[in-house]
C-alpha cells in the first residue's frame, strides 16, 4: 500500500485545515525538487555568481523553504532576496526568516514600478499549470524589465510531454485528463519547448533548457518520494478536473488514481 498524502482527503476541509495541507504538500514538493533538481542550491548554474550586494527576486514563493534553509548556507547575507507570491497565506512566520529576505504580496504579472532594473537574479518554480502563454510573455517581460543588464532568470518546470505517468495501462487515461485540464485553462503542454523562443522575444539572451535525472517512480527512497510528490499533485486537481465536466464523479477519479497507485507500486511510473 501506499503512504498517506496531504491532499487524500482535502475536499470538503475547513480553510484553516486546507491551508496546513497545501503548505505540507507545497513543503515536499520543494525538497523533492531542491534534491533531485537544484542539487542542493537556490542557483543552478554554477557560473551566475552574485555580487556581495547582490538583490534576488523569487516569485511565487509560498512556504518558500528557500529563504529560510538554502539562503543561509548558500547565498551571503550582504545579499538582499525579495520573495513575492499573490497570497500571504502560505507565507513563513517573519521570526524563521534571515533578516536578508524580505516577503511581499505581489504578482509577477505586475510587480511594482520601482523594481525597474532592480535584481541581479530571478527565479520561479512549477507555475506552468497556472500561466497561459499570454501571462507567460507577461511574467518574461516583467522579468527582462525588473533584472539589472546581465542579469540572469531561471526557470524550473515539469515536462508534461515527456512525463510518462506509467507504462502501464493507465497512463493513457490519466494524461488524457491532466491534458483535457490544461487545454480547458488554455495552458500550453509544451511550456519548456516554448519558454527559449518567449524569452529571446522579451529580449533575453543565451537560453538553455536543461533536463533533471529521470526517477522511476515508487522504487528506491527517491521513487517513494517521486510517488508522494506526484500523488499529491494529481489529488490536488481533482475538484478542477470535476468542475471542467472532464470527470462525471469523483469515484471515476479516484478509481483511476487506484489503478495508477497499483501500477506504481510495480515501479512502472515515470517522474
Not at 190 to 217: N, W, Y
Not at 224 to 251: D, P
Not at 252 to 260: A, C, G, H, Q, T
Request: with cysteine; charged share 25%; glycine share 6%.
Amino acid at each position: 500500500m501506499l503512504p498517506p498524502t496531504e491532499h487524500s482527503s482535502l475536499h470538503g476541509c475547513p480553510q484553516q485545515d486546507r491551508d496546513k495541507l497545501e503548505h505540507s504538500r507545497l513543503t515536499r514538493q520543494f525538497w523533492f525538487f531542491h534534491k533531485n533538481l537544484n542539487q542542493g542550491r537556490l542557483i543552478y548554474d554554477e557560473r551566475v555568481v552574485l555580487a556581495p550586494d547582490g538583490v534576488v527576486l523569487e516569485s511565487a514563493a509560498g512556504t518558500d523553504p528557500h529563504t529560510r534553509y538554502l539562503v543561509p548556507r548558500t547565498i551571503p547575507p550582504s545579499v538582499t532576496i525579495n520573495a513575492i507570491d499573490i497570497s500571504t497565506t502560505l507565507f513563513p512566520d517573519p521570526s524563521s526568516t534571515p533578516p536578508n529576505v524580505h516577503f511581499s504580496q505581489n504578482s509577477i504579472l505586475k510587480v511594482p514600478d520601482s523594481w525597474t532594473s532592480r535584481f541581479d537574479f530571478a527565479s520561479q518554480k512549477l507555475l506552468a499549470g497556472y500561466l497561459t502563454t499570454s501571462q507567460w510573455r507577461l511574467v518574461i517581460s516583467e522579468f527582462h524589465r525588473v533584472l539589472k543588464p546581465g542579469g540572469h532568470i531561471q526557470l524550473c518546470e515539469i515536462d508534461w510531454n515527456s512525463w510518462k505517468m506509467s507504462k502501464g495501462p493507465s497512463d493513457e487515461p490519466s494524461r488524457a485528463y491532466v491534458e483535457a485540464l490544461m487545454l480547458k485553462r488554455n495552458l500550453p503542454e509544451d511550456i519548456l519547448m516554448l519558454l527559449p523562443s518567449l524569452l529571446e522575444e522579451c529580449g533575453f539572451e543565451d537560453a538553455k533548457v536543461e533536463f533533471g535525472r529521470s526517477i522511476t517512480i515508487g522504487i528506491g527512497e527517491d521513487g517513494i518520494e517521486a510517488l508522494r510528490v506526484s500523488l499529491n499533485g494529481l489529488l490536488r486537481m481533482k475538484h478542477g478536473i470535476q468542475v471542467a465536466g472532464i470527470i462525471q464523479s469523483e469515484e471515476e477519479y479516484d478509481s483511476l488514481i487506484s489503478s495508477l497507485q497499483e501500477e506504481w507500486d510495480q515501479g512502472w511510473g515515470l517522474i
